[in-house]
């Protein structure tokens, strides 16, 4: 099967291709995301749970920490209460472990963890620990043996899981550069006196060479010569360019936008949808509350056997390939309850739960089956570790809207990153509808070329490519090689009963 990686540097998104599907789907968001360091100020402090609020100097919601995640100096004791750790106004070194919710925000530690792409330090917890995903009992023995001999004195460190079969040198400079990286912290840490954000991974594509690329990916297609840099540069600092390993890499520079050309939209877009169909007949319904999904099975229009218990068994088979690769696609955590269509026979639940739990191997999430209880409803749970796909995109307030609720995603990039409001977001909605019309459709006598692709925003690369006409109107320029004519009487019309004082 061809597995491919297809970055959009422009848009900031990345996603996993397995045979032309969108297995995963990776962006970077300007808000907390998982790994980021904050240097954080003590808010509130609840005795009754042992836990606390931390402010992270931003205008967004308060990070929370138990007492069991805080790591203290003082090794070896233990503290019961919270109050013996922290007071209010204390400053506090945290990570983000868990990313923010609807209603929450995010869930802090004080353990710092530095990832690499083949080791884990732990500048504060003096351990050595192996992946499970190393099954190898020579290879564990040797990896251990090589972190015991090379970890810092009083840090601790985590061999991943690709480093197995991997020369010493790599592990050696890979942990190098995180130990220089927690010397700049501290350092900067030691220059910061207010709540501020000390360290995050801004960089889309050394996020995705890190986390997702292995040696079973054939090609990565990107549409920016900088991310065709960058991918060459890690590949290369990681050692995969060798004649061993094959994989492509290549630059898209087409004038149809990458995320349509491999369909990425058009999956977000069903991703966002309730009901899923089955191949064969058949649909799942995907509900989401506070903190539990409901996935419901329901048979339709199935009817391929003429034994109604094997009819049964065979929607189930096939509405748990489809709810193993949602849960994946649409990040889904927390608890999960999936309503399966009756089955009467032991036998044929059985068969069910092994199949099941052979599609959730593949998850790294670590899906675990609870049981299947006795209504026939089987309970499993996920870990968090991102948002998940509706978190990112779908918004609850924008169903008021008298509009389609699926946007396009330029337009939830607007809500998401600049903070514009409903109404406004509705007009650039219909202002997007009305260009993408007038473009290369109709011909016009007055126009102005935009050679100057100025734009407002707070990604130094999208300034090249992108045009804003002012802060109040937005422009989203999908093809940056373009040259697009916009009719001065049209912009007249848009901009007449606006003041360009704040431009």
Aim: aromatic share 14%; net charge positive; proline share 2%.
């Amino acid at each position: 099967m061809v597995k491919k990686i297809v970055i959009s540097y422009f848009n900031s998104i990345a996603a996993t291709l397995q045979t032309s599907k969108v297995q995963e789907i990776i962006l970077i968001n300007k808000t907390y995301q998982v790994n980021d360091i904050y240097l954080g100020i003590v808010h509130k402090i609840f005795s009754s749970i042992n836990a606390a609020f931390i402010n992270l100097g931003q205008d967004t919601k308060s990070g929370f920490i138990h007492v069991s995640d805080i790591k203290t100096l003082r090794r070896g004791q233990r503290f019961f209460s919270i109050n013996d750790l922290l007071s209010i106004n204390q400053l506090i070194l945290v990570q983000v472990v868990k990313e923010p919710t609807f209603n929450k925000g995010p869930r802090l530690t004080s353990n710092i963890h530095l990832h690499g792409k083949y080791v884990v330090l732990l500048p504060l917890c003096n351990i050595v620990l192996i992946s499970n995903h190393i099954y190898d009992n020579n290879e564990r023995i040797h990896l251990y043996s090589l972190a015991v001999l090379i970890k810092p004195q009083l840090m601790g460190l985590i061999i991943k899981s690709c480093a197995e079969g991997v020369s010493e040198s790599l592990i050696l400079q890979d942990l190098d550069l995180l130990i220089q990286q927690w010397f700049f912290i501290q350092k900067k840490v030691l220059l910061s006196s207010i709540p501020c954000l000390i360290y995050k991974d801004e960089d889309l594509v050394k996020k995705v060479i890190r986390d997702c690329y292995d040696k079973s990916i054939k090609k990565i297609v990107v549409d920016s010569i900088d991310a065709l840099k960058l991918v060459y540069y890690y590949l290369k600092k990681w050692s995969y360019i060798s004649a061993s390993i094959s994989t492509k890499v290549q630059l898209y520079n087409k004038h149809l936008c990458i995320l349509d050309k491999f369909y990425i939209k058009d999956t977000i877009k069903q991703l966002l949808r309730p009901k899923v169909n089955l191949l064969y007949g058949g649909s799942i319904f995907i509900e989401y509350y506070e903190a539990l999904t409901v996935i419901d099975v329901n048979s339709g229009s199935f009817n391929k056997l003429y034994n109604s218990k094997e009819a049964i068994l065979r929607i189930n088979f096939y509405a748990s390939i489809e709810i193993a690769y949602q849960l994946k696609a649409r990040n889904i955590n927390g608890v999960i309850i999936i309503d399966f269509i009756d089955m009467y026979s032991k036998r044929d639940q059985l068969k069910l739960l092994e199949h099941f739990n052979k599609l959730l191997t593949y998850d790294d999430c670590s899906p675990k089956v609870v049981q299947l209880s006795e209504l026939g409803l089987l309970e499993l749970t996920r870990m968090r570790r991102h948002q998940s796909i509706r978190e990112i995109f779908d918004f609850s307030n924008l169903k008021t809207l008298n509009y389609s609720s699926f946007f396009f995603i330029e337009d939830l990039y607007y809500k998401l990153f600049f903070n514009i409001s409903d109404e406004d977001l509705k007009n650039q909605f219909f202002l997007n509808k009305s260009i993408r019309s007038l473009f290369f459709s109709k011909q016009f006598k007055l126009c102005k070329i935009l050679k100057n692709k100025l734009m407002i925003s707070y990604n130094p690369l999208l300034n090249k490519y992108f045009s804003f006409i002012d802060r109040v109107n937005l422009l989203y320029f999908l093809y940056p090689k373009a040259n697009y004519l916009l009719p001065l009487f049209f912009y007249y019309r848009l901009t007449s009963l606006r003041s360009f004082d704040h431009c």
